[in-house]
């Protein structure tokens, strides 16, 4: 941080500046409907941000009933002729949409790095991460073209079990991840036949459209992909049309309850992959070495910013200091700075409204006894943009807020127990269950204790997703799946065709 002066600050703000200039899409006037660009109806635009210089440099407006109503309708119109067509055609299509979308890799990073703040280190495989997404997917459309025939107990009969497309899917993602948790959704509704309406997140409402450019040039038809921008209002004109058949959310929990409510009233499909409180458990034997190299993707990727990641760490009084010690010295010599710059890993949080958000916790935690050995405040000098410095809390006991609360920022907290069995009962103890790791020499034994815990997705000794693989959440964590062959049948229904055998 001492590098960090004034001049740096000027420094910064000219490069930004300069980056922005040169992008496709900063100040748009339309939504993305039927292939075409389409002048907004209503008449309140919203800014695009850079949260790591507070200045504006982009707009999209709002969408209103009427954008979504053609929105909607354009998606409608085009899922006949999406639906009837050979799963393995719409593979196909999705390949070539994933060389696309690589070839766009640079446009796409600068562009998600100017909206939410996320370092070109983690927005640079951004592309990559959603073509691999897309592959996947196109290479399950087999299993929607094999048979499925069961018979009856009494095998006279028999009934031909077909897979349909559900429908119209409204598509809505985070600010976190602005590309690939739309992919994770948008790949499967392709693939099942599905058409699709895009609502990204209010800050980050830009770098979606390079997905659409990319659909566009692999041949998709018009109308399968749709793009709406706005706020959440936008978000809930679309989820309680009357046009869609399914909807998919990432985001807070808050919000999924409410997105859950609005789909039970109407008796309408929902995935919901929503917030987390993950625990690593760090076990007597664990190679802490080895631990401190997978530390800040595992427990602070994103500046803390990803939904699964294990912010809790918790282990036995015997490891407790050497923990403290060597996670204090990971995270402070993590650079903090441009997210424009390769080397930096913490850029700055998403939006100023959240950097208020992890401050309030961080206050928090010191109020309720815990001890920063790292961070815990704006970091100077970069006061003019929604930096927060990362912080390390020791001294947390299981009923701190900072223990119990999702966060969203650079924060770990650092928990004793007196045993590991006591260790599974703080991880088990939370609303939550979307992530969580464990760290041990003996990887048999670790495998053992991870499934003892309550979770979605647990890792041995590191955490990534597998896209062949069901990511979901339990408890306050969501409803549903996503990845995996779980995750395409999410979008599809069945039918049962009775017949007699032949």
Known sequence: MTMLDDDFVVAMRHRHHEAAAGLPYTHVSGHRIGGVETKASGGVNSPVVDPATGERWGSVPDADASDIDAAVAAAR????????????????????????????????????????????????GAAANA?????????????????????????????????????????????????????????????????????????????????LDAAEEAGIPAGVINLVTGDGATGELLVRHHGIDKVAFTGSTPVGRR??????????????????????????????????????????????????ISTRLVTTPDRYDELVDMVSATVAAAPVGDPLDPATVFGPVATFAQRDRVLGYIRAGVAEGARATVGGDV???????????????????????IAREEIFGPVITLLRAPSVDAAV?????????????????????AFRVARRMDTGSVGVNMFAS?????????????????????????????????????
């Open 77 to 124: 119109a085009a899922y006949p002729q999406w639906a009837a067509r050979a799963p393995s055609d719409r593979a196909e299509l999705l390949r070539r949409m994933a060389d696309a979308i690589e070839n766009r890799a640079d446009v796409l990073s600068l562009t998600n790095t100017l909206e939410n703040g996320s370092p070109v280190a983690e927005t640079a």
């Open 425 to 445: 009962d703080i991880a088990n103890n939370t609303s939550f269950g979307l992530g969580g790791i464990v760290f041990g020499g003996d990887e048999d034994a």
């Open 379 to 401: 970091p100077e000098p970069l006061r003019g943009g929604a930096f927060v410095a990362p912080t390390v809390f020791a001294d947390v006991t299981p009923d701190m807020t």
């Open 131 to 211: 073509a691999s997404i897309l592959r996947v997917f196109a290479s399950l459309a087999g299993q929607l073209e094999a048979g499925d025939v069961r018979a009856f107990p009494d095998r006279r009969n028999e009934t031909v079990v077909a897979q349909d497309p559900i429908g119209v899917c409204a598509l809505i993602a985070p600010w976190n991840f602005p590309i690939n948790l739309v992919v994770i959704k948008l790949a499967p509704a392709l693939v099942a036949g599905c058409t699709v309406v895009i609502k990204p997140a209010g800050p980050t409402p830009l770098s979606a459209r390079f997905l």
């Open 259 to 308: 997105i859950a409510a609005a789909c039970g009233e109407l008796l309408r499909p929902v995935t919901l992959e929503l917030g987390g409180k993950s625990t690593a458990i760090v076990l007597p034997d664990a190679d802490l070495d080895a631990m401190s190299a997978v530390l800040l993707r595992s427990s602070m990727r994103n500046t803390g910013q990803t939904c699964y």
């Open 466 to 502: 597998n896209h062949y693989a069901p990511f979901g959440g339990r408890h306050d964590s969501g409803l549903g799946v996503e990845y995996g062959l779980e995750g395409l049948k999410a979008y599809l229904t069945p039918q049962s065709v009775h017949r007699r055998v032949r």
